[in-house]
């Protein structure tokens, strides 16, 4: 679903003919638009990395099984009362164990990601397929996100089209917490405790109201080309989800694809149920339900860290084209558990963003190859590893609140927005009268 063709700006310039004035991030630091073009892109990275081989797709999904597989044996025979006396014990390795199982599984889930994009195999069947299976099995309606998800690609850092994670304006900011806009240049820190609070809240309960309710997606649905979005909205009640048929995140032809993801749920609800019946509810939390949480953390950590950072700049209808937007994503280190155990979506997200269909097996090497066009447009922040990345969660938290236009934006700058925050970190907001 997703997509690698590019749209220029509104205005028929490329960047570098236009006049955007001085445009800043949020470190400070001095903002160009991205120029150069996807053909370059593509023809940077080396032939062979667009050979996709679903014979060594499934040879990782057998991995990723295996190694759930052998836990849960491994968990279940010996870590039980007969074995291990200390109910505190047995309370420790189960609590690992779902921590480990949500790890393995986040692999899984991945791969079904890269079915979505057609980076398994050649064969669109096989891709859909096993993207259907796995992540049907994860709790995930797979044609329903994959069909948002491509439209997060094609218009990705677009304030009015992006899918996901797209950031509050500071009327919107503004207007959540009961202020005026032009108090925010006024306003004290915000708490620690709160921002913890808030973080915790999102890495639990984020991924399903984006699916329920499109939480972090556009808000502009009444554009929708049928006229479905008319009188819908995002949140509670507001027609907005990834279940329904008649949903604006949706085309009437979508509706056979609506149809079966929520089938692969059914189904797999009817498994969960009967694995309750026949073991105890209790069971199946340990077993399935918390690995389950544990997925949803990392997909959600390491969605909002992929697209959000001080560095990062959106655009409006006027200025965003797909070059520009795709840059717009930032990559990360995980260590071993993010190329390895995730398969490298943390570590070379720039470069899926321009070619989607580049199996992540090939990624490392694409990404290296894409580095000498992007220049200093590439987006990098892998310091302190893994713990670094855990940290840029806070981070982002505390530096990246709201957007609003640069200080010394003229023209089309205008439309060109930036990360700013109540917390006294980098550039401070504008003040307004």
């Not at 509104?10 to 960047?15: C, E, I, R, T, V």
């Not at 987006?379 to 982002?396: E, H, I, N």
Request: aromatic content about 14%.
């Amino acid at each position: 679903m997703a997509s690698d063709e590019q749209v220029q700006p509104l205005s028929g310039q490329s960047p570098v003919e236009l006049s955007y004035g001085k445009l800043v991030d949020t470190y400070g630091n001095d903002f160009q638009v991205p120029d150069f073009t996807i053909k370059q892109i593509r023809s940077s990275i080396p032939a062979h990395c667009f050979e996709r081989s679903a014979l060594r797709g499934f040879a990782y999904i057998t991995r990723d099984v295996l190694l759930l597989a052998c836990t849960f044996y491994l968990f279940h025979h010996y870590v039980t009362p007969n074995n291990l006396h200390s109910i505190t014990s047995r309370f420790v390795l189960w609590t690992v164990y779902g921590f480990v199982q949500g790890l393995f599984a986040t692999g899984l889930w991945v791969i079904a990601h890269e079915c979505g994009h057609q980076s398994f195999s050649t064969s669109k069947t096989l891709n859909d397929t096993t993207g259907w299976i796995l992540h049907s099995a994860l709790f995930v309606p797979y044609f329903s996100w994959k069909i948002s998800h491509g439209k997060h690609h094609k218009s990705t850092g677009h304030m009015e089209r992006d899918m996901v994670f797209l950031p509050k304006t500071r009327e919107v900011y503004a207007r959540r917490i009961r202020r005026q806009v032009s108090e925010l240049s006024e306003l004290t820190e915000e708490a620690p405790l709160f921002v913890a609070l808030k973080l915790l809240g999102r890495q639990l309960v984020a991924w399903p109201l984006y699916l329920l309710q499109n939480n972090t997606g556009h808000d502009y649905h009444a554009r929708q080309s049928e006229g479905r979005g008319v009188g819908k909205r995002n949140g509670p009640a507001g027609g907005v989800n990834h279940f329904s048929p008649a949903s604006p995140l949706f085309e009437a032809k979508d509706a056979k694809y609506i149809a079966l993801s929520d089938l692969g749920l059914a189904v797999m609800a009817v498994v969960l149920y009967k694995l309750a019946h026949a073991y105890g509810w209790d069971n199946l939390l340990v077993w399935y339900g918390i690995p389950y949480l544990w997925v949803n953390h990392w997909l959600v950590a390491i969605t909002y860290l992929q697209h959000t950072d001080p560095s990062i700049a959106h655009y409006g209808p006027q200025t965003w084209n797909f070059t520009a937007g795709a840059a717009a994503t930032i990559d990360r280190d995980f260590g071993f558990i993010g190329r390895s155990l995730f398969h490298g979506i943390i570590e070379t997200h720039v470069l899926h963003h321009y070619v989607s269909v580049i199996p992540f097996y090939h990624a490392e090497e694409a990404t290296e190859a894409i580095k000498e066009v992007m220049g200093t447009h590439y987006r990098s922040d892998t310091k302190g590893g893994a713990f670094g990345f855990l940290k840029s969660l806070w981070k982002s938290a505390r530096w990246c609140q709201w957007v609003e236009q640069s200080q010394g934006a003229e023209g089309l700058g205008k439309d060109i927005v930036f990360y700013r925050n109540r917390n006294g970190l980098g550039v401070q907001p504008m003040k307004m009268e």
